[in-house]
């Protein structure tokens, strides 16, 4: 994973020195995970939040390149039943996966100032919790894949010079759970609003 953080920095800098665009961006996330089995339930959608530093290097009058380093919270929510004869209403259990992210995406304008976006999401797990948290362990991170890879796709829309927005669909590709059999497993699935601002 370092490996890839030191090629985000180093493309972010050719950025700069190339003048390139540099973006600042944050918004929210509508996440969930979901079981490979679709006549399965889990968990259910919860919001969160990321920010970052995104670079967009341009290809042609129409295409574009951009790459970054996100903090992306994600996770989802998950009642748990109360114990059997009991008149205790469900709990509401939420659990967050926090992630780095390193996108690297397509941008091809259509119609100024829309364009379509699409590629793939990187993700490395730097932390977990749980709230209330109810796990025998210190750290349910163990419980998770350090690593998770996306599938992106969506929108951007530029209505001012210096502010962007971008409506992204992010398809989890990988396992989330190392114990779980690969019909049982999980994978995330999260609907992003982000807002930027051009720096350069």
Known sequence: MKYLLILTYSLLVSSTTLGQKIYV??????TNVVPNDRNLEYGEYKFGYHFGILGCF????QVNIQSGI????????LEIPPPPGTLRVDDELRR????????????????NPLSLVGGI?????????EDPEISTGDNIRD???????????GLKLDPLPK?????????????LVETFASNNNLRNRTLQLSIGYKLN
């Open 70 to 77: 996100i903090y992306n919270q994600k996770g989802h929510d």
């Open 143 to 153: 419980n998770y894949s350090s690593f998770d890879l996306g599938l992106s796709m």
């Open 163 to 175: 502010t962007v927005v971008y409506l992204k669909y992010v398809y989890g590709l990988s396992d």
């Open 25 to 30: 961006l944050g918004g929210l996330n509508y």
């Open 96 to 111: 967050n996966l926090n992630y780095l992210t390193i996108p690297i995406v397509a941008e091809v304008t259509t119609i």
């Open 121 to 129: 999401e990187l993700n490395y797990l730097a932390s977990a919790n």
């Open 58 to 61: 341009e290809i042609s009058n």
